[in-house]
């Protein structure tokens, strides 16, 4: 079965459940928007220098 789902914010349980993460930032504005990360919540948490990947680890280190 596919899911989809898509949301501007999110709880860490909500990534850590999903199949797969775009993940668009750095900043709001001109300076967002961009993509900064694609791929499974696993190999979210290895990204060094992403805010929603430090988020990520500091709730399920």
């Not at 709001?28 to 694609?38: C, P, R």
């Amino acid at each position: 079965m596919t899911r989809e789902w898509i949301a501007k914010k999110q709880t860490a349980k909500e990534i850590k459940t999903a199949d797969w993460v775009i993940n668009l930032g750095r900043k709001s504005g001109n300076k967002g928007g961009y993509l900064t990360f694609e791929g499974t919540p696993e190999d979210m948490m290895k990204e060094e220098g992403n805010y929603t990947a430090k988020y990520l680890r500091e709730a399920f280190v």
